[in-house]
């Protein structure tokens, strides 16, 4: 079947505007991830959802960032007031549960450019 | 922190040697994983080495694990240009994978 699926793939936005970004993931996969990575760096966890357990929302940066799911499908993650900083490729993963050897599926990942 | 730390930051190899690229870990692991990135395909999974475990092989790819030193290896065989890409090792325990910066393999045609 298909794998993780993003959109946009490329979003420029202006500094202060909010922006919305939507992964789809693979079919029947519970657990879903969302990452940030800027240039040259490894990713950056920001939140994850399992089933209809409460989101581990440890990782995200400011009260700016917010993400939503539906059952276990669609996320989408936003972005308030966006600033500079918030610049990055956006990777959402999934895996079939929440399990230490579960293996996540990337999607292409959204680039977000703040001018 | 579960997250990895990758060693060297860049190796630049010529096509057909092999590649080697380390990673070190501060506490206790279930298992460690190995992704790689490209332009191309994205980030991807390659291997997994559960924490009983002390050598895996996949194709061309061969992963040793050394719990008391808490450290694992990744020996790409035989490089080929295509193997151009980031690679991270990923601890895993009871919270979310967490990725370092990866070591950057550039492999010279």
């Known amino acids: 079947g298909a794998g993780v699926s993003q959109s946009p793939s490329n979003k420029v936005t202006e500094k202060g505007k909010d922006v919305e970004l939507r992964c789809d993931p693979i079919s029947g996969h519970t657990a879903l991830y969302w990452y940030r990575q800027r240039l040259g760096q490894g990713l950056e966890f920001l939140i994850y959802f399992q089933g209809n357990s409460a989101p581990d929302k440890s990782g995200l940066p400011s009260d700016r960032f917010s993400a939503e799911r539906t059952g276990e499908s669609v996320s989408t993650l936003t972005i308030q007031r966006t600033q500079q900083e918030d610049s990055a490729v956006y990777l959402c993963?999934?895996?079939?549960?929440?399990?230490?050897?579960?293996?996540?599926?990337f999607g292409p990942g959204t680039r977000l450019t703040v001018l | 922190s579960q997250q990895g730390e990758e060693d060297p930051q860049a190796l630049s190899i010529q096509e057909g040697e092999n590649a080697t690229m380390n990673c070190s870990y501060k506490?206790?692991?279930?298992?460690l994983q190995w992704y790689r990135q490209n332009s191309g395909r994205g980030l991807v999974h390659l291997i997994l080495i559960r924490s009983n475990e002390r050598e895996k092989h996949s194709g061309r790819l061969r992963v040793t694990l050394d719990t008391s030193k808490k450290s694992s290896s990744l020996l790409i065989t035989a490089s080929r240009a295509a193997d151009t890409a980031s690679y991270f090792c990923?601890?895993?325990?009871?919270?979310?994978?967490?990725f370092g910066k990866g070591t950057r393999l550039s492999v010279i045609a």
């Open positions: 993963a999934s895996s079939l549960d929440l399990g230490s050897t579960d293996t996540q599926y």
């Open positions: 506490t206790s692991i279930n298992n």
């Open positions: 990923v601890r895993s325990g009871n919270t979310p994978l967490v």
